[in-house]
């Protein structure tokens, strides 16, 4: 069964802080893997996209790995900033079908404290 | 920032009523999707469209149905409101970078 796992479920960290949240898929045939950010009462935006090939893509503060072998990704966000307080959701494309399939994780809430 | 739009963004109705939630997109997209999210859970697929004419079902069974007559607009609509419709609704397009773009999504609430 396609399953997107997401971990911690929720983080609190102190603003300037690093932290690193976790995705596990047993998505297949896989395709790419996105992280989304979701604030509150608004819909998720892109953060980054990785396909199999690619281990580690950046976006400012946002650095995400891959690790096609054992099916898991990260998310590091560096220097946390208050800003940085949403969900963070893992999504898995997979190749099977022309929809190219998108399961979704439950997500990560981070919040960031001053 | 994606070109995406959904009104209204909330919505309180009563059981019974018909509501129609709006989706619209200037991008161009072929593809357009719809997801119910409950707090704290994943985004469910309840109805997704590959172009104008075509709409399908989504993975979650869903009272609601959907149209999609022009390429820019994929109306969502629930002839008979329930408690158990209430969630928040997101709509999604997809372009040729294979990235979805998500609207701010509609919260309901059905009394």
């Known amino acids: ?114 | 920032e994606a070109d995406i739009y959904q009104t209204p963004r909330y919505l309180v109705i009563g059981t019974g009523k018909k509501i129609t939630l709006e989706c619209s997109q200037t991008m161009g997209h072929d593809k357009m999707y719809w997801y119910q999210q409950d707090p704290g859970m994943e985004l469910h697929l309840i109805h997704y469209s590959y172009g104008v004419n075509s709409t399908e079902k989504g993975d979650l069974s869903s009272e609601s149905t959907v149209s999609r007559i022009r390429t820019e607009h994929f109306p969502l609509t629930l002839e008979s409101a329930r408690p158990s419709h209430t969630s928040q609704y997101l709509c999604a397009s997809r372009g040729g970078a294979d990235t979805q773009y998500f609207g701010p999504g509609t919260r309901l609430t059905v009394l």
């Open chain 1, 1 to 114: 069964k396609n399953q997107v796992e997401q971990s911690p479920q929720s983080l609190i960290i102190l603003e300037g802080k690093n932290c690193t949240l976790q995705c596990n898929y047993t998505v297949s045939p896989f395709s790419n893997l996105r992280w989304y950010k979701q604030d509150t009462g608004r819909g998720p935006v892109s953060l980054t996209i990785m396909t199999f090939s690619e281990n580690t893509k950046s976006n400012g503060r946002y650095t995400a790995t891959l690790d096609a072998d054992t099916k898991q990704s990260s998310l590091h966000i560096t220097a946390s900033q208050l800003s940085d307080s949403a969900s963070y959701i893992c999504v898995v494309s997979d190749r099977g079908s022309t929809l190219g399939r998108l399961y979704f994780g439950r997500g990560t809430q981070l919040t960031v404290w001053p």
